[in-house]
């Protein structure tokens, strides 16, 4: 899994807010991101150690150790459904 820092994702950042990609909920904390260039899909998913937040994707930038837009899409779905989650409970 790739650390996620503010530096490593201001690009993706970028990327996924010119992009707009869909992002489908699978399970708690993992996500499907819809490519913005063709059919794919991309799973993604998150973990929290220590209180720093790592991420992971399918696609070939995130395999290079980069942080992909997609992995910043399915992040911001993520944070939105963890305080989805604290309202409720
Ligand atoms: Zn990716």
């Known amino acids: 899994m790739i650390k996620l820092t503010t530096e ?3 690009k993706a950042i ?3 807010k010119q992009l707009k990609p869909k992002v489908n909920f699978i399970a708690e904390r ?5 490519s913005a260039n ?6 993604v998913c998150f973990d929290v150690q220590n209180g720093e937040k790592f ?3 399918e696609c070939k930038a995130s395999e290079r150790g980069l942080v992909c837009y997609h992995i910043v899409a399915g992040a911001t779905a993520n ?11």
């Open 38 to 43: 063709n059919d794919n899909a991309y799973t």
């Open 55 to 57: 991420g992971q994707c």
């Open 79 to 89: 944070i939105y459904w963890q305080s989805l989650k604290r309202q409720t409970a």
């Open 8 to 10: 490593n994702t201001a």
């Open 14 to 16: 970028e990327r996924c």
């Open 30 to 34: 993992t996500f499907s991101v819809k």
